[in-house]
């Protein structure tokens, strides 16, 4: 796996081997219409979980935080994610956890993040926080083959879905991957989104060595994301979202094209997924709150177990909550995708738990139309940017892309706030 030069990751390698490695590959891609589907693989993993429309298959559902060991304070949400793994650890369910963690000297790694192996919790807690930044599992994979043990691997609904089908395929794998934790997904940048918060920051991308894309603050509301990076000298640079141009996550900006083709929001094949609570009154609340949905036995008895110790800070919450948290990515993977299935499309069979079909709201199709092409032209005029060395040619076309979604995808109040942060009034 390698960066493109749009800073995404592709395979690279001799086309003969990949050729006659085919039918592997199609078993085991979580995109190819030859691979099970998400239902499927809850159904065999979670017999006794119960199926939902929306969210599949699930034993519970919670929103709330960690309440000691200082895990919310520590990460972008509730601290959920880093507790899971270290409980897992105490309780010597786990010999090691895949997670994705920062690099300690990027201008030589070639990358700000990259999955790894924690064996303490020490090094778990160095995984806490949210990371928008392209990844691969293929170390990893090699490092769980090569030593006995059993894991847990933390990744987005593609990469667990890929997990998944590849513990079917490999029996050392499904012996020692014991645990799947999952992650809400909106989609996968690429490794320009960085590069782009640094250029309109005024800084060089190789003075930065550390990434913040979500910096804590608990006097304002969670939803404010702050982007901070730590340069070389030591000093920060830092800047909210909403006064970047690129900052507004559903626009798609630097989108991977196969998340327009993905149909699942939660992590359905995962032993437990989190995500963040994105309505009132946790919205409001700096210190983060997470929402998680429990498919494992195991998993579940240990967060019902810690809820009664007092160590969890939980209650519980029906599909319907754990949809409306989400309800921005179901439209895009729902309604959204069944739209995007009518397109014209080269060289891609979809098989889908949607329908192909069309919007009756005219609105709502330019809206779907817009995002794609802004994700899909925000590669290509930031790849001209860079040769040109010219920024004001990626700030201006993102303005103006981003004047005509907000007109589109916002009521006229709401316009008229966006257009003040931005500078456009």
């Given at each position: 796996m390698d960066f493109d030069p749009y800073g995404?990751?592709?395979p690279t390698g001799d086309q003969h081997w990949m050729r006659s490695r085919s039918e592997v590959l199609a078993r085991t891609c979580p995109f190819s219409p030859s691979a099970s589907n998400e239902d499927q693989i809850a159904a065999d993993l979670f017999p006794a979980a119960e199926p939902h429309e929306t969210i599949g298959r699930f034993i519970a559902a919670h929103v709330g935080y960690v309440a000691t060991g200082g895990f919310r304070e520590r990460g972008s949400s509730g601290g959920m994610?880093?507790?899971?793994l270290e409980e897992l650890m105490r309780r010597g369910l786990i010999d090691g956890a895949a997670?994705?963690?920062?690099?300690?000297?990027?201008?030589?790694?070639?990358?700000f993040f990259r999955y790894r192996i924690s064996r303490s919790p020490d090094e778990i807690r160095e995984g806490a926080k949210s990371r928008y930044y392209p990844v691969e599992m293929s170390e990893i994979l090699r490092e769980i083959r090569a030593n006995p043990g059993r894991y847990a691997v933390v990744g987005v609904p593609c990469f667990i879905k890929a997990v998944q089908l590849l513990r079917r395929q490999d029996p050392l794998l499904r012996e020692r991957i014991a645990f799947t934790l999952g992650l809400f997904c909106g989609?996968?940048?690429?490794?320009?989104?960085?590069e782009s918060f640094a250029m309109q920051m005024n800084v060089p991308i190789e003075e930065v060595q550390a990434v913040e894309f979500r910096k804590k603050d608990v006097t304002r509301p969670a939803s404010t994301y702050t982007a901070e990076l730590t340069l070389k000298d030591g000093s920060i640079q830092k800047r909210d979202w909403w006064n970047l141009v690129d900052g507004d996550w559903g626009s798609g900006f630097f989108q991977y094209e196969a998340c327009n083709f993905c149909d699942d929001v939660i992590a359905e094949t995962a032993d437990i997924s989190f995500g963040d609570a994105w309505v009132e009154p946790y919205t409001s609340d700096g210190r983060g709150t997470n929402v998680i949905v429990t498919r494992s036995p195991v998993v579940n008895d240990l967060i019902q177990a810690a809820i009664e110790d007092g160590r969890l800070c939980l209650e519980p919450v029906d599909e319907e909550f754990v949809v409306a948290t989400q309800a921005a990515g179901f439209r895009q993977r729902r309604e959204g995708l069944s739209y995007r299935l009518t397109w014209p499309k080269t060289g891609l069979k979809s098989v889908k738990r949607v329908r192909p079909a069309a919007p009756e709201s005219r609105r709502r199709r330019l809206i779907y139309r817009t995002r794609a092409l802004v994700s899909r032209w925000s590669h290509r005029i930031f790849w001209l940017t860079q040769r040109t060395g010219n920024p004001i040619l990626f700030i201006r076309w993102s303005k103006s892309a981003m004047t005509f979604y907000h007109a589109l995808a916002y009521s006229r109040g709401e316009l008229g706030k966006l257009l003040d942060r931005w500078g456009l009034t």
């Open positions: 995404q990751f592709h994610v880093s507790w899971v997670h994705v963690a920062p690099v300690a000297e990027p201008e030589t790694d070639g990358r989609h996968m940048k690429s490794a320009r989104f960085v």
